[in-house]
Nanobody
Framework: QVQVVESGGGLVQAGGSLRLSCAAS????????MGWYRQAPGEQRDLVAT???????NYADSVKGRFTISRDNTKNAVFLEMSRLKPEDTGRYYC?????????WGQGTQVTVST
């Protein structure tokens, strides 16, 4: 069984920074792609950033230059460094891990950016 757990959300003022962490655990060797997705109330869940096992990254246009995704393959962990946060970055951030051709999601962590 695979578990995906996020941490690091919180309340921050506009212009501030936060770091999100996510770890996948269970009976498997390596996660393939891992990524972060954001869902605001009443909205769909949108891609924020993904990172492949080999390190290739992909970002939503809205976060390019402000967010950085990275991973630690030894721990099946993925991180999201968020800087110059804006109120529109507010939402619940979910971690996705693709393991053995199946997607696993965490419960999410709330990020709220105040003006």
């Amino acid at each position: 069984q695979v578990q995906v757990v996020e941490s690091g959300g919180g309340l921050v003022q506009a212009g501030g920074s936060l770091r999100l962490s996510c770890a996948a655990s269970g009976t498997f060797f390596n996660a393939n792609a891992m990524g972060w997705y954001r869902q605001a109330p009443g909205e769909q869940r949108d891609l924020v950033a993904t990172i492949e096992n080999g390190g290739h990254t992909n970002y939503a246009d809205s976060v390019k230059g402000r967010f950085t995704i990275s991973r630690d393959n030894t721990k099946n962990a993925v991180f999201l460094e968020m800087s110059r946060l804006k109120p529109e970055d507010t939402g619940r951030y979910y971690c996705r891990a693709n393991i053995m051709a199946r997607d696993y999601w965490g419960q999410g962590t709330q990020v709220t950016v105040s003006t």
